[in-house]
């Protein structure tokens, strides 16, 4: 009877653990089905943990309810990569995959034309024309604190409907920067990357700003003064330093050139052709106010590189914007001394370069005529360019000097990839 009895006992155990096993294939098998412990909220939109909301991202916050975050299907799968927005296709692996865009470089240093036609579209000189047209005639309607930098800054609204970013300097020389580095863009091939920008003198009693009189009044603006009008773009996001870039405290920046892309996703490949330009355009001007001044942060915040970068952003087609650059040029070539020990490695740390950029600078080394060019350009596209001058002749042999010693830097990559 107590072998039966054992026996029988026995026999309970090994059920109760089948019984066991298979409800945790099943737990398993939910796990894996719904991300590790994830659970839905009431529209239908995956959560994180039992207990934590999702991140608030800029995506997230578009997604409708009831509808799968990503653009993923009701089953979970993502939809077609020609579905797609031009990042993401890239990031999938879509029809502007790596294999069909072929090596990212040609020559050692500059980037392939297959990659660089795949960077999203910037402001096209056809729609930039029209803007400036349309914000120089237009009246400003109404002014608003917020979404435009510094407290003295305004968004307004323009009588045909569009907004601008309305930026009064804590000196002329800050709006004179903003203005010059522009059209400086304009010389080197980029100026796609910058909202269309426009110069307009404050004037109450008539004019452009009469309907804002008494909105101006509280602004502490000086009568006369010469503002700058940057188009005002919507739905922008924040952009992290790629790797090459991404420094902690106490680390050297890491050298981009091609023999450290191995891996990249072509995502990934196309924004570093961006950040290549925006690189050699802040050297250039000597603006300390993007990702120099992310680097001087480091002593404080040894993990500052892997926030947003200042006055950089991302338009929804994957496009960088480079954004208030009053810090550049007459300004920043003032404060050389405090911002070229960080402003010299961000240079040295590109060796890869869009080529037509590249010849740019070749032509203006070789012509040594850099300042001519841009104050040409500028007097013959802003009409306010003689209210707020040009560089001193000392700044301008600055420009020159710098771009000489771009050029040489290029120089200097194609020789060492070519002897590798």
């Not at 003295?152 to 609204?157: G, T």
């Amino acid at each position: 009877m107590r072998r039966a009895g054992l026996a029988g006992l026995g026999s309970v155990a090994v059920l109760w653990l089948l019984a066991s096993a298979s409800l945790l294939g099943l737990w398993s098998e939910r796990l894996a089905a719904g991300g590790g412990g994830s659970r839905l909220g009431e529209s239908g939109r995956r959560l994180g943990p039992a207990g934590q909301a999702a991140p608030k991202t800029f995506r997230a916050l578009l997604t409708l309810p009831g509808q799968p975050p990503d653009g993923a299907s009701e089953s979970g799968q993502g939809p077609p990569p020609a579905l797609l927005p031009p990042r993401a296709r890239l990031a999938a692996g879509g029809v502007e995959n790596a294999a069909a865009m072929g090596g990212p470089v040609r020559g050692g240093i500059f980037w392939s034309r297959a990659l660089e036609a795949q960077v999203p579209r910037g402001f096209s000189a056809d729609e930039t024309a029209s803007w400036l047209r349309a914000a120089r005639a237009a009246r400003v309607v109404s002014l608003e604190r917020g979404g435009c930098g510094r407290s003295s800054n305004r968004l307004a609204r323009l009588s045909d409907g569009s907004r601008a970013c309305v930026r009064y300097g804590i000196n002329p020389e800050q709006i004179q920067g903003e203005a010059l580095s522009y059209h400086l863009a304009e010389l080197l091939g980029i100026q796609e990357r910058l909202p269309p920008l426009a110069l307009s003198r404050v004037e109450p009693r008539n004019g452009q700003w009469a309907q804002v009189r008494d909105e101006l009044r509280g602004s502490h603006w000086a009568e006369g003064a010469v503002v700058s009008l940057a188009r005002w773009v919507d739905n922008l996001t924040d952009v992290v330093a790629p790797a090459p870039w991404r420094a902690e405290a106490g680390r050297r920046l890491q050298p981009l050139a091609a023999g450290e892309l191995r891996g990249l996703a072509p995502a990934q490949l196309v924004e570093l052709v961006q950040w290549s330009d925006l690189i050699l355009f802040d050297y250039l001007t000597a603006n300390f106010d993007r990702l120099v001044s992310n680097l001087f942060s480091l002593q404080w915040d040894p993990r500052v590189m892997h926030r947003a970068t200042s006055n950089l952003l991302r338009a929804p087609n994957g496009g960088l914007v480079f954004l208030d650059n009053e810090a550049g040029l007459g300004h920043g070539y003032r404060l050389l001394a405090m911002w070229d020990k960080y402003n010299e490695p961000l240079l040295r740390s590109v060796c890869l370069f869009r080529e037509a950029t590249a010849q740019r600078l070749r032509e203006l080394h070789r012509l040594r005529n850099a300042a001519a060019e841009l104050h040409r350009l500028y007097r013959t596209r802003e009409p306010l360019a003689e209210t707020l001058g040009f560089l001193s002749d000392q700044q301008a042999q600055l420009l020159q000097d710098r771009v000489d010693l771009v050029h040489r830097h290029i120089v200097h990559c194609k020789a060492k990839a070519a002897s590798l």
